[in-house]
């Protein structure tokens, strides 16, 4: 059973730091991974999508790794500003099931 | 394409009356999969379907949730009877097949916040 762990639950940094986010998976036969942010009380917005034969992909301040072997993705942020805020899930799909993580709550100070 | 389409955005109702989410995929897509979100046990897959066909419904979490797909346009998830302990977000999401050199990015409905007192 694929399992998703995000760390860490939250973090909060100023302003203009930049920050990475973590997602470990215990199954390593995966199609994808994608990253998620959702913002309170709204829907998931995708951000980035790794197919499993990728180890990265980039999206302006955004760039997202794979290391299938390990079961490690990485969401690296830029240049961190405050609407950064919000919570990022990761996402890896399996054969068929899309399973999430818990999330991890970022808030940019200003 | 519109997106995925959910409906309705909220919904409140009382202990025992039955409550159906509905949702529309983004045309072509495959697979279609419903969430619950809370606080405190975040994302759950409740079930998914694969060419209108119920694949894994083992996120269900008793015999009151059923889902159904009648055709590649439409799907639903009711709840009968509804119990507080039923409040949270019920998200859906569609992907296309998973194939070499598609994009099977997910894409997820706006959600439908149900709460049951």
Request: include cysteine; hydrophobic fraction near 35%.
């Amino acid at each position: 059973k694929q399992e998703v762990t995000q760390i860490p639950a939250a973090l909060s940094v100023p302003e203009g730091e930049n920050l990475v986010l973590n997602c470990s998976f215990t199954d390593s036969a995966i199609y994808n991974l994608q990253w998620f942010r959702q913002d309170p009380g709204k829907g998931l917005t995708s951000l980035l999508l790794i197919q499993s034969s990728q180890r990265e992909q980039t999206s302006g301040r955004l760039n997202a790794s794979l290391d299938k072997s390990s079961g490690r993705s990485t969401l690296y942020i830029a240049a961190s500003q405050p609407g950064d805020s919000a919570t990022y899930l990761c996402a890896v799909r399996g054969a068929q099931k899309l399973v999430f993580g818990q999330g991890t709550r970022l808030t940019i100070n200003p | 394409d519109a997106g995925v389409i959910q409906s309705p955005r909220h919904e409140v109702t009382e202990m025992g009356q039955e409550v159906t989410l509905r949702c529309k995929p983004i045309s072509g897509h495959d697979y279609l999969f419903w969430y619950r979100q809370t606080m405190m046990r975040g994302l759950e897959l409740l079930i998914y379907f694969n060419n209108n066909v119920p694949i894994d419904d083992s996120g269900m979490p008793e015999d009151r949730f059923s889902a159904k797909m009648p055709n590649a346009s439409f799907s639903t998830l009711k709840i009968q009877p509804s119990e507080p302990r039923d409040s949270a977000v019920y998200f859906c999401a569609s992907t296309p097949v998973l194939r070499v050199g598609i994009n099977t990015e997910a894409f997820f409905g706006q959600g439908t916040r149900l709460t049951v007192v």
